[in-house]
């Protein structure tokens, strides 16, 4: 990314509903050929290394969407913020740049004929298969089974769960594998 452009960063987890970063602009947006999934181990923040708790990944699904937030960040602050997310996001994620499309409304983004969005160029961070906290996949059960054992420094890892969950739901998404951990915890 240039200097000259913006620079926009995509929360599809705990930054949309706990950015704790200064922002030029904050909008409803989403990445095409991604999903959610809970499939990286959190050992920092909601869990700790002899219980990790589960937190989300994107992960490539062709055919799926990730609705999230993006934030544009100012350009004299962005190098610092990006350091900063550097060591929050240091338990296995790694930055990368993606394609994010801006809406104002996911709701417009619904419609029969929506109007296209623009699309920039963005920051996010993603936690690739192989690192040293991968989880994997599992069974939504057995997800749910760590996720209510699991505290960290920033809280439990079901808070995180309710959290973006209701983030979520505040932004008209219905993201069908964080409504199934939420509904399994709130059993």
Known sequence: MSAAQPVWLF???????RPAIPFVERRPARVRGWTRRFWQWSTDHR????????VVTLVPAPEDCCWGMVYRLAEADADAILADLD?????????????VELHTLV?????PSPASPQVVAGLTYQGWPGNRNYAG???IDEIASQVILATGPSGTNADYVRDLDTALNALGVEDTHVVALAARLGE
């Open 47 to 54: 869990g700790e290394p002899w219980r990790p708790g589960r």
């Open 11 to 17: 929360g599809y987890g705990s930054l949309i509903f």
């Open 87 to 99: 060591v929050r996001e240091r338990g296995g994620y790694v930055r990368m740049e993606i394609e």
């Open 137 to 139: 996949p599992a069974p």
């Open 107 to 111: 709701e417009q983004a619904l419609a």
